[in-house]
């Protein structure tokens, strides 16, 4: 059974940055797509970041030139660096891996940017 298992979620003041990891266990092959998601209070969730097993990325419009996504195909992990970061940054954030037809989901961990 796959599990996504993030870390690297907390409190920073705005500005600050935070690194978070989403590794994978279990059996898991040719994922060819990672992303991170995010989802405020009240707000839908939202597309941040994504990147191909090839390596090209796409970001939220909101989070370009800030966010950095990044994967380790051995390690079937993703990383998502968050730089510059905002109060409007703040939600709980979902790794998300896309697997032949089989799309998994993390279970989420919380982002807070203080003003």
């Known amino acids: 059974q796959v599990q996504l298992v993030e870390s690297g979620g907390g409190l920073v003041q705005a500005g600050g940055s935070l690194r978070l990891s989403c590794a994978a266990s279990?059996?898991?092959?040719?994922?060819?797509?990672m992303g991170w998601y995010r989802q405020a209070p009240g707000k839908q969730r939202e597309s941040v970041a994504a990147?191909?097993?090839?390596?090209?990325?796409n970001y939220a419009d909101s989070v370009k030139g800030r966010f950095t996504i990044s994967r380790d195909n051995a390690e079937n992990t993703a990383y998502l660096q968050m730089n510059s970061l905002k109060p409007e940054d703040t939600a709980v954030y979902y790794c998300?891996?896309?697997?032949?037809?089989?799309?998994?989901w993390g279970q989420g961990t919380q982002v807070t940017v203080s003003s």
């Open positions: 990147i191909t097993s090839g390596g090209s990325t």
């Open positions: 998300n891996f896309e697997a032949g037809t089989y799309t998994y």
């Open positions: 279990g059996s898991i092959w040719s994922i060819h797509a």
